[in-house]
């Protein structure tokens, strides 16, 4: 099974909706995790978060924030960070995971790019391999504006900081899906 982490601060709000959207889209066989660098361990969702997982009838109620680990970013094959600070965080701490840790609009850059040139990219193509594809792609792509590379942090910021974050996030969702390899690329076997 191939293992895809999630890394925010706290792991109550940005980690657990990309969390949640991912799992939904991607194929069983891809474990989508989630941490936080300072994590709120043990507690739920941010209550806005929970809101905008049941509008699109994903369940999260049963979510509790977990510190992120050496073992969690050890067994990813991609790490995926809301912020630019955030990822200089995961790799200073883990200097091993650089080449699979990515902010996750910058990795979707990335793999967008990557569609562009095999768009026929074949999913059984280990996830470890196709991360190496996309991140073969970053000397031909301009990086981001540091302000439309991070996630905002909507903690505690209402409605309309959810709102926000749910809009960047899944303004760049698709291409990291097709990367991972979409649910429906993968066809269940009819019974």
Sequence with gaps: MSAVLIVCVGNVCRSPYIKARLQSQ???GVHIGSAGVRALVGEPLDPEILQL????????KGFRGKQLTAEMVEAADLVLTVSRAIRSEVVQEHVRALSK?????????LAESL??????????????????????????????????ADIHDP?????????LMQAQIDAVLGPVVWLLGARSAHPQPQE
């Design 155 to 163: 903690y505690r910021l209402g409605p309309r900081g959810a709102r």
């Design 101 to 109: 840790t990515f902010v996750l609009a910058d990795f979707a850059d």
């Design 115 to 148: 569609r562009a040139v095999r768009p026929d990219l074949d999913p059984a193509i280990p996830l470890r391999d196709r991360v190496r594809l996309a991140a073969a792609r970053r000397a031909l792509l301009p990086p981001r504006e540091a302000a439309d």
């Design 53 to 60: 997982l049941h509008e699109i009838h994903l369940d999260g």
């Design 26 to 28: 991607v194929s069983p």
